[in-house]
């Protein structure tokens, strides 16, 4: 299973979410946002039981309030969720928040950022 939400946007109050709710093997969801914006707030959502779990939200934005959230809830082997951040920004609060009952849990938080934070 691969989700994927995608959003290539010059906009205000831009707020995708993608969520995913699964008993699985190799789940892959991915949330990008490619974006010009204003108060930006991207959630991707993971409940599974599942085998190989990949996660991935990525931003690459030029925006202000930009607050991304990866939340992984699951009992599965092989969890790398990844919240990647490349942004020139104010006030960007990322959060990747995992809870798991696993095996070979690899959660990155990556920021490259100019950021008021």
């Known amino acids: ?10 906009s205000q109050n831009v707020t995708p979410t993608l969520s995913v709710n699964a008993t699985s093997q190799n789940v892959t969801p991915t949330l990008s946002v490619n974006a010009t914006i204003q108060n930006e707030s991207r959630t991707l959502s993971l409940n599974a039981t599942s085998q190989n779990v990949t996660p991935t939200l990525s931003v690459n934005a030029t925006s202000q309030n930009v607050t991304p959230t990866l939340s992984v809830n699951s009992t599965s ?6 919240l990647s951040v490349n942004a020139t920004s ?5 959060t990747l928040s995992v809870n798991a ?6 959660p990155t938080l990556s920021v490259n950022a100019t950021t008021r934070m």
Not at 1 to 10: E, H, I, K, R, Y
Not at 90 to 94: C, G, K, L, T
């Open 1 to 10: 299973m691969s989700p994927t939400l995608s959003v290539n946007a010059t």
């Open 77 to 82: 082997q092989n969890v790398t969720p990844t």
């Open 90 to 94: 104010q006030n960007m609060s990322p």
């Open 101 to 106: 009952t696993s095996q070979n849990v690899t």
